[in-house]
């Protein structure tokens, strides 16, 4: 069962304009939620995280939004570059007191067109 | 630093044959996560260590699989036999779980085929 859900696999947006890309979890006992970005032949790379206590954290062009009664999240991307095509991933985790373990959804495929 | 090192970058087997990937991870981290990455089912975390020890398998897929992590350097994840279902990325990834610390860092996969 995916607890982490990504449910447009691709997403076009044209230079310069807003990149909206959506999550929706099942587990409640997620408290931490991360976005990470990946390139072709590359390993998934860190973008941003936000945990339950907020509703939205911003880093430059990057902000994500929570809902927690929604159980949604969204990362919105704000002059979006070419340079931000990639595989975005959207992940969770709930502490368990030892390490953080993650569980991520199926990625959604960013193309930013000139 | 020189990252998560994975090797190697793409494998080629028969169905039937025993294939061991192999994972460096970042220096001081204490703890390793094996996933593995379809187009069906995204990322699914296989295994992960916490200070050279196993934590948590209950995402490997069959008896086929086994991970080990001898020291705080090294791992390797084994599967024998192969299946031709076995294809897909496979990922290591390291972080220093001190508290709440979910920022992983992924090393560049093993793109393993089985034929």
């Known amino acids: 069962d995916q607890q982490v859900k990504q449910n447009s696999p691709s997403l076009s947006v044209q230079e310069g304009r807003i990149s909206i890309l959506n999550c929706d979890y099942t587990?409640?006992?997620?408290?931490?939620f991360l976005w990470y970005k990946k390139y072709p032949a590359e390993g998934p790379t860190f973008l941003i995280s936000i945990s339950s206590i907020k509703d939205k954290n911003e880093d430059g062009r990057f902000t994500v939004f929570l809902n927690k009664s929604a159980k949604h999240l969204s990362l919105h991307i704000v002059p979006s570059q070419p340079g931000d095509s990639a595989v975005y991933f959207c992940a969770a985790s709930a502490y368990s007191g030892t390490a953080s373990k993650l569980t991520f959804g199926t990625g959604t495929r960013l193309q930013v067109t000139l | 630093d020189a990252g998560v090192i994975q090797s190697p970058r793409h494998e080629v087997t028969e169905m039937g044959q025993e294939v061991t990937l192999r994972c460096k991870p970042i220096s001081g981290h204490n703890s390793l996560f094996w996933y593995r990455q379809t187009m069906m089912r995204g990322l699914e975390l296989l295994i992960y260590?916490?200070?050279?020890?196993?934590?948590?398998d209950s995402g490997m897929p069959e008896d086929r699989f086994s991970a080990k992590m001898p020291n705080a350097s090294f791992s390797t994840l084994k599967i024998q036999p192969s299946e031709p279902r076995d294809s897909a990325v496979y990922f290591c990834a390291s972080s220093y779980a001190w508290g709440r610390n979910e920022k992983l860092f992924f090393g560049s996969g093993t793109q393993l085929s089985v034929l």
């Open positions: 587990n409640s006992m997620f408290d931490y």
């Open positions: 260590f916490n200070n050279n020890v196993p934590i948590d």
